[in-house]
């Protein structure tokens, strides 16, 4: 993965103190000719309530998703294409096979059920069909943060190895997601290196637990 940029605050406030602009000099207008000079002070509160309030959320919706998933978003450029935030450097490995390759085939399936309920923010599907009941905590803020504050969400999944052994496994697994933040409508890529871990339930696997790798 790339080094991670760190975000460009001004690019993100540009359009935003450019509406503020634009709403203040609309406001300005009206009640110079039709109001007392308190509605202007007014008015001019109001809007300087409502463009602090804007930036505090702005600021908000970054630290979550930095502090819930271990990374740091940039701002993608408009060509040739959206830039690549990495939260870690590893060269590419040969994927490792599991020595049981049915299990190993399972664990695939659920991991491609696992990419098709985030792409659908189906939180449903990934509690019965990924997790098999209720998620751990810490697993469903993680995956909250991306389907309360993403649109159009993308998502590649690449096993990088996985390890069977007695009803349980670890797989090293590379997350590419895609999308666009809600708030901002600001085009964002990222790549996590996630551990995830699976235990058989039955005749099926379920995943456990998701971490992002420090």
């Not at 634009?22 to 300087?48: F, M, N, Q, V, Y």
Request: hydrophobic share 40%; glycine share 4%.
């Amino acid at each position: 993965m790339r080094t991670a940029a760190h975000p460009n605050r001004s690019a993100v406030r540009q359009p935003i103190t450019s509406l503020f602009l634009a709403g203040l000099a609309i406001s300005l207008s009206a009640c110079a000719t039709t109001g007392p000079a308190d509605r202007i002070e007014a008015e001019l509160a109001r809007l300087r309530e409502e463009h602090a309030a804007l930036e505090q959320e702005l600021a908000a919706l970054r630290t979550e998703i930095q502090r819930l998933s271990g990374i740091e978003t940039a701002a993608a450029p408009t060509q040739p294409a959206p830039a690549v935030v990495e939260r870690r450097m590893v060269e590419p490995q040969p994927v490792e096979r599991p020595e049981d390759p049915a299990a190993g085939m399972q664990i695939a399936a659920v991991l491609d059920t696992y990419r098709q309920a985030l792409e659908s923010e189906d939180m449903q599907r990934v509690r019965e069909e990924v997790y098999g009941g209720q998620l751990p905590v810490e697993d469903f803020r993680y995956h909250r943060i991306w389907f309360d504050r993403t649109d159009h969400l993308k998502v590649e999944l690449n096993p990088r190895s996985i390890d069977v052994r007695d009803g349980t496994a670890d797989a090293l697994v590379r997350q590419t997601m895609s999308f666009r933040l809600s708030r901002t409508n600001e085009q964002r890529r990222v790549r996590l290196d996630l551990r995830m871990a699976f235990e058989r339930q039955g005749d099926r696997w379920r995943v456990s637990h998701v971490q992002p790798r420090r």
